[in-house]
């Protein structure tokens, strides 16, 4: 080789040395050619994971893979959650992630220079058939709130279900149900019929048709109408072994204690429409002439501490009782009050339009109508700010929660949905199953599987989905 063409060599490795090591350096830290070849742009990046992990990673359609193993292996090498998705150009991508056997899950997001977009509390949903666990028609359930015990009004008998292992359990036969124990449901209309299956809060105990089961012990029982002679209406749990309710006449708020087998008059007045116990205190909704009260009684004393002036007579109930704050619900007008009953001023909020409502800790509160389904916000800073999740076509007939906080799961007569609550771009709503008629759907505790009364072609009867 010349002395000329060695000379040249070296200002031509020179030359490229000085333009390829700037562009290095500025991928290196986060810089990128832009598009148009003009300039330099900082690059960002993507944070992506899913549960389950393994979700293959699309950027406008094309997958995301590993650079040398691509060119130089000759391995695909596609990239899968969790993953950083790294020096990528301002602007806006479709991302798409995709697992065997699970639903995708696609949204634009964007990317902004220097810093990052994140997308980790992504659940994919499992693409499964119903499994039936329980053959023959059910006109009622009821879960206990440890969410391990499902008590069913099948055909002729009353049912329990353990769902850690699918055994059943029967209780006493249909014909002996009678209207006096009201569902612990955060609804205002949780069923066709809101007085089978009253759960104890610890979930040993329920009572339905007025007899106490232990449900450790079956066959250990007790018939309140031994003892209990003025009839009862609306009962409910104060603690795990005392039963409040309301008796004959409207005007008594009495207490059975279960350890003792005594009775106690809690409160005396007019026209009781309902009642709850909370902190020490009985509130009750009365009538007096044309003017309706919320009133606030001191247990034990018969004393009225408070009264607080509610809208003209409707049909008032006590909901979401587990709340601090007073869910107080108008069900001929649809109407959800939030009282703090011991504040100056006690109206928290209105919630108009109102069938269902639940609230996910202290300070979301979840609810619908037929065809919408709302979220209002009581974290500090938001003030019951309200924000629509979706608004459908069909009848909506249950919402509630998924347990990790980032998904609402909702059902209409033939399909049940979930809706993430990540709002960019828009909100992915997975058709988790459709089929022929669909009724009582619940999320076991983990929130992997989805229990319902559905019929399938001609089976009838009760199903459970792995979701996750």
């Not at 002729?156 to 006493?172: H, P, S």
């Not at 036969?173 to 209309?189: D, R, V």
């Not at 008629?437 to 599987?449: D, E, S």
């Amino acid at each position: 080789m010349s002395l000329k063409t060695r000379r040249l060599l070296f200002v031509f490795f020179i030359i490229a040395f000085l333009i390829i090591t700037p562009l290095v350096i500025s991928y290196a830290i986060g810089y990128r050619i832009s598009l148009s070849g003009k300039i330099l742009q900082k690059t960002g990046m993507f944070i992506l994971d899913t549960e389950p992990e393994g979700a293959k990673i699309y950027l406008n359609g094309k997958p995301i893979q590993l650079f040398f193993k691509k060119y130089f292996q000759k391995d695909e090498s596609y990239v899968t959650t969790p993953a950083k998705v790294k020096n990528l150009l301002p602007g806006k991508y479709d991302v798409k992630l995709e697992l065997d056997g699970y639903w995708d899950w696609q949204k634009k997001l964007e990317i902004k220079p220097g810093m990052s977009t994140f997308a980790e509390d992504i659940n994919l949903f499992k693409k499964n058939l119903p499994l039936l666990i329980r053959n023959g028609e059910i006109k009622q359930t009821s879960l206990s709130p440890n969410g391990k015990y499902l008590a069913i009004a099948a055909d002729k008998e009353i049912d329990l279900i353990n769902l850690d292992n699918e055994k059943k359990i029967k209780l006493g036969a249909l014909n002996q149900i009678s209207k006096t124990a009201e569902l612990g449901s955060g609804y205002p209309e949780p069923s066709s019929n809101p007085w089978f299956g009253l759960w104890s809060p610890d979930s040993k105990k329920i009572i339905f048709n007025n007899i106490v089961y232990n449900i450790g012990n079956l066959s250990e029982k007790l018939n309140l109408n031994n003892f209990i002679k003025d009839g009862i209406i609306k009962p409910k749990w104060r603690g795990n072994n005392e039963i409040i309710y309301l008796s004959a006449g409207r005007s008594n708020v009495k207490s059975f204690n279960l350890s003792d087998n005594t009775i106690k008059t809690l409160v005396k007045d007019g026209k009781i429409i309902d009642f709850t116990n909370k902190n020490g205190n009985i509130f009750t909704v009365s009538q007096s002439g044309k003017s309706t009260n919320l009133d606030i009684y001191k247990t034990g004393s018969l004393k009225k501490i408070r009264s607080i002036e509610l809208p003209s007579f409707s049909n008032y109930k006590f909901i979401n009782r587990e709340r601090d704050i007073i869910n107080l619900y108008d069900k001929k007008h649809q109407i959800l009050y939030l009282i703090n009953p011991f504040s100056q001023f006690p109206l928290v909020e209105t919630i108009n339009n109102v069938k269902r409502a639940r609230w996910v800790g202290e300070n979301k509160l979840l609810y619908s109508n037929d065809f919408e389904i709302w979220i209002a916000d009581f974290n500090p800073g938001y003030s019951g700010r309200k924000t629509l999740l979706t608004r459908i076509s069909n009848p909506i007939n249950e919402i509630f929660w998924h347990p990790d906080g980032n998904y609402v799961i909702y059902s209409t007569d033939n399909a049940i949905y979930a809706i993430e609550l990540d709002d960019r771009e828009k909100r992915n709503i997975t058709k988790l199953v459709k089929l022929d008629y669909i009724a009582f759907p619940f999320l076991n505790t983990t929130g992997n599987k989805l229990y319902f009364y559905a019929k399938i072609g001609k089976q009838k009867g009760l199903y459970k989905l792995y979701i996750q």
